[in-house]
C-alpha cells in the first residue's frame, strides 16, 4: 500500500519554497527569467501546470471535481500573483488595466489569463519590437 507523502513543514530546509524561493519580480521585469522559473517550479512540484497553459481542462463531472479543479486553480493563481505587485503600473500602461481588479473582463481569479499576461508583458519589455 502507498502511504500519503508527507507535508513538510516551511521550516525546514528541504521544503520548496527555501529550495527555490519566488522572487518579487522587478517593475522592469530584469529578473523575468528568475521569476519564470521559480514560479514554473512550483507550480509543477504541486502539479498545477495544467492550469496554466493554454490546453483546456477536463470538464468536471461531479461536485467534488469541480470543488478540487476550483481549488487547484485558486493554489495556481496564488502561485503567480504572489510576487507581482511591482510590475502593476506597467501593466496598468500595457495593457490600460489595473492588475488587480473587480472588472469583469478581468481575471477573477484565472491563473491561465494571469500567467499568458505576465509573459506577454514580460516578452514585450525584454523583447520590444522595432520598426
Sequence with gaps: MI???QIISLSEPSHPLNLIPIPELEADMSNFRQWDHAVTFHLRIHNL???VTPFALKEPTTEEER????THSLH???LIASKIER??????KYFG???FTDQPHCFHFNPGKLWADIHLLGRNTLFPRTS
Excluded: V
Design 76 to 78: 495556481a493563481y496564488s
Design 3 to 5: 502511504s500519503a507523502p
Design 97 to 99: 488595466r489595473q492588475l
Design 87 to 92: 510590475i502593476g503600473p506597467e501593466f496598468a
Design 67 to 70: 470543488h478540487a479543479q476550483e
Design 49 to 51: 501546470l495544467d492550469y
